[in-house]
Structure formats: structure tokens, C-alpha cells
């Protein structure tokens, strides 16, 4: 059974900087797709950037230019750098793959606030 542990997360101000680890269980390379989504109080989880094996990533509009999302295969770990944080970013955050296929992991809590 593949285990996600999400970690890095924390009070931040506007306009800081976080970054959040995922650790798989499993080798992640044979994952396929990575993805990392976020859950504010009251909202549905929502995707926030996903990576593919080759290193393609994509991101939603929101976070674009500002969040990188990148991977180690090595260490079976997936990363998201999320930079110009703005109050918005507040959620927790899990990992998963991009269909949603392992069971979800306690996520990490993020808020950004002055």
C-alpha cells in the first residue's frame, strides 16, 4: 500500500516563501503523473500543479509563475516551492497522482498571514 506524507508547511506572510515535500512509499518513478492539490475550509480539493514522469508541468492559473512543482525520482519525493504567497494560498495541502489513485495522506497545513 503506497503511503504519501506530506511536510513543510507553516505560517507564512504575504509575499514569503514555503516549500512542501511529499515522500512516497513507493518507487514514484512508476507513478506516472504527480500531483499536489489544496483544500481551504468550506472549498473542495482542488489540483494546483502536476508534473508527468519526463518533467512536463503544469499549473493552474492561480499559483502559474509563482509555484514550481518538481520531482526526485531517486527519493521519491515530490516538491512544490511555492514563492509570492498571497493569503488565497491558505489550505491544507496533499499530494497524490494525478488520478487521484493512492489513498490521501494528512496533508500539510499553509497559512499565509500578516
Known amino acids: 500500500q503506497v503511503q504519501l506524507v506530506e511536510s513543510g508547511g507553516g505560517l507564512v506572510q504575504p509575499g514569503g516563501s514555503l516549500r512542501l515535500s511529499c515522500a512516497a512509499s513507493?518507487?514514484?518513478?512508476?507513478?506516472?503523473?504527480m500531483a499536489w492539490y489544496r483544500q481551504a475550509p468550506g472549498s473542495q480539493r482542488e489540483l494546483v500543479a502536476w508534473?508527468?514522469?519526463?518533467?512536463?508541468?503544469i499549473y493552474v492559473v492561480s499559483v502559474k509563475g509563482r509555484f514550481t512543482i518538481s520531482r526526485d525520482n531517486a527519493k521519491n519525493t515530490v516538491y512544490l516551492q511555492m514563492n509570492t504567497m498571497k493569503p488565497e494560498d491558505t489550505a491544507v495541502y496533499y499530494c497524490?497522482?494525478?488520478?487521484?489513485?493512492?489513498?490521501w495522506g494528512q496533508g500539510t497545513q499553509v497559512t499565509v498571514s500578516s
Open positions: 497524490n497522482s494525478l488520478d487521484r489513485r493512492y489513498n
Open positions: 513507493g518507487n514514484i518513478f512508476t507513478f506516472g503523473a
Open positions: 508534473i508527468n514522469k519526463g518533467g512536463t508541468t
